[in-house]
């Protein structure tokens, strides 16, 4: 990994009512090429700390830096143009759009032809290529994950930000899913990933934090979170044998 950070997030308080903030002091950084994984209970603060990067929130203080460029406060788009995307848990694709047409949609800064890239994305999500021409409505929920996160992938960000891509999926299509990610992260992006299913993304994260009441409790290698007992007791809900 490089020594210099791509994103870091340096003490940033953030909410979504004015002297009532979500994120009390949060701390945290992605490294090039990297899977970090950001966990914690219901409430800690994990979507609105992606909200707060991505543009969507602006923080109330702190700083929050980009590829070495001040970013905190532009507008979503404004990141975008900077190669950072972000896929949220619900409303994430077109329903009325096919496939194809989705991910048309996703390069709409880009200039030029997209086609080489929208071949790139086909031949890693070959269900999609399959189907290219259905409508986005009439998948199934892993699909529509993956046709965001390919959407995304369509403007060929640095950092991708993913919150919650297995929520509500059936334990295939989760795996399904998480083998996805990993196979995005292969290709040399970084990837900031929100995420409930803690066991799963810790395993193969290169590192995470853990977020509990608006703050970066714990932070170190994914398989040592997931191995920490402190970490798997208060938040994995298991209990160290006694």
């Not at 891509?165 to 990610?181: K, M, Q």
């Not at 290709?187 to 608006?214: C, S």
């Amino acid at each position: 990994m490089s020594t210099a950070p791509l994103l870091t997030v340096e003490s940033v308080y953030a909410g979504y009512i004015q002297d009532l903030d979500i994120l009390q002091g949060v701390n945290f950084r992605v490294y090039p090429g990297e899977i970090v994984v950001v966990v914690g209970p219901n409430g800690a603060g994990k979507s609105t700390l992606a909200k707060a990067i991505f543009g969507l929130l602006t923080p109330h203080s702190g700083r929050i830096h980009f590829r070495n460029e001040d970013i905190t406060g532009l507008k979503s788009d404004q990141i975008v143009q900077r190669g950072m995307c972000y896929v949220p848990q619900i409303a994430n694709v077109f329903p009325s759009l096919t496939i194809e047409e989705n991910l048309e949609m996703g390069a709409f800064t880009r200039s030029g032809s997209v086609q080489n890239l929208k071949q790139k994305i086909f031949d890693a999500f070959p269900r999609l290529a399959e189907r290219r021409r259905q409508r986005a409505g009439t998948l199934s929920g892993g699909e529509r994950q993956m046709l965001a996160m390919g959407r995304a992938l369509m403007l060929d960000p640095e950092l991708l930000i993913l919150d919650e891509p297995s929520a509500a999926l059936s334990p295939i299509l989760v795996n399904d899913v998480f083998e996805r990610i990993r196979q995005i992260n292969q290709m040399g992006m970084a990837i900031m990933l929100v995420e409930q299913n803690a066991r799963k993304a810790l395993a193969m994260a290169h590192r995470g934090y853990v977020l509990d009441t608006g703050r970066d409790r714990i932070e170190g290698p994914g398989p040592e979170l997931l191995n920490n007992p402190r970490v798997s007791e208060l938040y994995l809900g298991v209990r160290p044998a006694s």
